[in-house]
């Protein structure tokens, strides 16, 4: 077949460069969101991520006050000094940075943030955001979209239009940490939910017209916004069949609701939020789940689709297990504390190992436009050494594959398993 194993791992390599990528779970809006499309030099290098590797270098007379309180591009400057002149950018994050201005044709061997950022300046959103689509080689991304904020609200309450390849999902967390925010917000659009009352032995619970109306409220938005799943993160405390509350959102309002309209609902489990609240979005950590608690609930609706991905590593052989296990489970990414080679590459081997290529190997949840550069660079690098040992594998038992199967195979784990089971 392949005369040395050397052109096979490049054949492999070109392969999957050239495949185009589903990416199922990101942050990003399109234009008609107005400000929150992030996207330039200065959202690349105030990512959250490196803004909490800055506070494990920075003096303490940077405090979290005096940073929050600067210009973005302020932020921008001291994180490079930091990150990029003081030291080398080795993390995943830092280096990451490096890579979508190495890909977008910039020279970083200068180090000149000054030129790097008249380049940006000089860029128009409406050439420029087909253009990193097109480097990195993404067929559609599926945002995260948020009812509860007023700001995303808008944007879909006025018929913004979004082009065809940003993709809707509906998320719902504040049901599940925030319910009276989250029936405030409701109430102002119009729906009767009364916040839960504690007047059982059964402790919290919402009555049955507010139950009704959250489970309308998740119809109308999916009328509204046409998600292609519905979306909540938890934290590793994820107590489905202990925590009333939850279990009656869950049972009564998210399931029927999905049921109805044919939706996956997406569960990413293990965020603890606010470990650090002075740092912001970067302030979660990270901790294991019981996920006796998520078979619970994949046994309970065996015709519901389940999406799920979970943060701690401790957690992952587990899930693989159960996304043997239970048909109604589709398990995906590699997500933010999990998103480094290292545990990409552990995680991507486990799963082909136990699934073959029923899952999702990878989303990039970028933050920010230009960080599907780098995000699905550093992927397709680790997938295709991933794939390339496991074909050599099978070479050596006598199973050849053509490069037609391997372009099936690497489209199957990025974006095609995925689609298959929304469409079952
Ligand atoms: O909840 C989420 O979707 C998380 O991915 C984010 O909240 C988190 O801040 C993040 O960006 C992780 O990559
Ligand atoms: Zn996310």
Known sequence: ????????????????????????????????????????????????????????????????????SMSKSQQADIIWEHLFINRSPLSEAARGVITTFQKLGLDVKKRDLSSIR??????????????????????????????????????????????????????????????????????????????????????????????????????????????????ASFSPDFAYGKDKLLTEIIDRAVIPAATELGL???????ARRGVNPELRDAGAGVGTADLTCLSELLRNYPKVKFLVTVLARTNQHELTVLGRVFRNLHI????????????????????????????????????????????WDHTREIISKVLTDKYNDLYKSGWEVSREQIARDARTILGGSFEEFCRK
């Open 118 to 231: 008249k380049w940006f300046s000089q860029q128009k959103l409406d050439e420029y955001l087909p253009k990193v689509f097109e480097i990195a080689k993404i067929d559609y991304i599926i945002m995260t979209n948020n009812p509860f904020d007023p700001k995303d609200a808008k944007y879909w309450q006025e018929h913004a239009a979004a082009p065809d390849y940003f993709k809707s999902a509906l998320r719902i967390d504040p049901l599940f940490e925030d319910w009276q925010s989250a029936a405030d917000v409701m109430t102002g659009q119009g729906y009767d939910v009364r916040p839960p009352s504690k007047d059982t032995d059964e402790g919290y619970q919402f009555d049955k017209k507010s139950i009704d109306e959250i489970r309308r409220f998740l119809i109308d938005w999916s009328k509204l916004i046409k998600p292609v799943y519905f979306a």
């Open 1 to 68: 077949m392949y005369e040395n194993q050397k052109q096979f791992a490049s054949i492999v390599s070109s392969i999957l460069q050239e495949t185009t990528i589903a990416d199922i779970h990101t942050h990003l809006f399109p234009p008609s969101h107005g400000e929150m499309l992030l996207w330039g030099v200065d959202e690349l290098l105030r990512y959250h991520y490196l803004v909490a590797e800055l506070f494990t270098t920075a003096d303490w007379d940077l405090t979290y006050e005096k940073f929050w």
């Open 264 to 270: 996956p609902f997406a569960l990413m489990i293990g």
């Open 332 to 375: 995906f990414g590699c997500w933010w504390y999990c998103n480094n080679p290292s545990i990409i590459e552990e995680m991507t081997r486990q799963r082909i190992e136990l699934l073959g290529t029923s899952f999702t190997a990878q989303h990039s949840d970028a933050r920010v436009l230009d960080q599907l550069i780098y995000k």
